[in-house]
């Protein structure tokens, strides 16, 4: 599976930005997709992950009510909405796949080459 996000940019505090993330390869309706992020001198961590059927999710404290992450199987696409943005949210957003539910990075066989989220204060 080949994954390709897109969607980032500059936006200012309390602004939005929806993420996307294009499979190509092979259909990901059954994997479990997530989004990750990385801010310059940190580790990567979790930020939102659904489900292979989009029955359930999971999101990091720290986003959420603010953002909504949502697949289109159809599509072989995955979204992630991002409202009321903070600029500790700054960082570059990584979509994955993975063959189980589940909030590790090391669990995820399938990594985009990320796209990078500024907000600015």
């Known amino acids: 599976v080949q994954l390709q996000a897109s969607g980032g940019g500059l936006v200012q505090a309390g602004g939005s930005l929806r993420l996307s993330c294009v499979a190509s390869?092979?259909?990901?309706?059954?994997?479990?997709m997530g989004w990750f992020r990385q801010a310059p001198g940190k580790e990567r961590e979790f930020v939102a992950n659904?489900?292979?059927?989009?029955?359930?999710?999971v999101y990091a404290e720290s986003v959420k009510g603010r953002f909504t992450i949502s697949r289109d199987n159809g599509k072989n696409t995955v979204y992630l909405q991002m409202n009321s943005l903070k600029p500790e949210d700054t960082a570059v957003y990584y979509c994955?796949?993975?063959?189980?539910?589940?909030?590790?990075?090391?669990?995820?066989?399938?990594w985009g080459q990320g796209t990078l989220v500024t907000v600015s204060s």
């Open positions: 994955a796949a993975a063959s189980v539910f589940t909030t590790q990075p090391n669990r995820y066989n399938y």
């Open positions: 390869g092979r259909t990901i309706s059954s994997y479990a």
């Open positions: 659904i489900r292979s059927n989009g029955g359930s999710f």
